[in-house]
């Protein structure tokens, strides 16, 4: 769902990795989709407040465990709702193994956070895309090799403790991020995206300029999204342990670690991903020549869907 305010979509998506939405049972489930059903989205809301507040929360837990194309439920370590425990493993895993002296512990997180990703976009693709199993597989293979061997080519930059081995989960993640998704979503810069003009909604064609756009936007979001994740924290520990005779022992490494990791899963992310409109608006000297309006006019402006 687009919404015009940055707060608005801040709060949709803090509301969408909200991990409570996973302790639902199937009484609450049925209970929510009763409300649903009762009030549909574009139609009239319910007057009374308190209905109105529980009709809320039933959408959020519908959207939350739902598939929106298919209606089936979608895994539960793969839903959004999933993604900051999922993640909390994951990255802790990451920065852990960067700080290994043994290659072979970050080559297996790299893998980890790759299958994982893999995984959680196709459970939640779009009904719509007709991406093929080939392409799917294909970025699956170029992230994890990509990931791994950036991983293993930092390792070669400096001892585990350094700085730059602290950078390491986060560089790796960025390059695979910056080839998956241009690879998953190609058909958007070889044929176009669907654009419409932004006054009046008239369609206007396909545009590949757009198309870039869209998918340069989303690997910027994503690896924005997952600095402060990947970065912050090891760096943070990094400066514990120079300020100290010997290194922060685990006891005390973990919890920290992971405190910092959710902390930052929960803010940074909605931060991020709520800066830009799901629905963008660009320039129309920006886009081809082709793309005009029914009327054979050149939008001033069209309107695109970016993507996730």
Known sequence: MDDPEYTGRVRRVAHMLDPRMLLAGEAELAHANALCERWPSGGAAPSDAHEADALARARLLRDATYHPDTGRKVFAPLRMSAFVPMNLLIDGGMILAASCANPLWSVLAQAANQTYIALHYYANRNGTRTDSAVQRVAAYVLATVSSVAAAVSIQGLGPPGSVARTLEPWAAASVANALNLPTVRASEWLCGVTVHDADDGAP?????????????????????????????????????????????PLGARLPLLLGMICASLCCAVPIVFGAVRQLSTLRGKWCEASVRRPDGKRPREVRINRGL
């Not at 690997?219 to 010997?246: C, G, K």
């Open 204 to 248: 206007c064609g396909l545009s590949r300029a757009c198309g870039f756009y869209a998918i340069g936007v989303c690997v910027l979001s994503r690896v924005f999204a997952s600095a402060p994740t990947l970065v912050l924290p090891p760096l943070v520990l990094h400066a514990i342990d120079a300020s100290r005779r010997a290194p922060l």
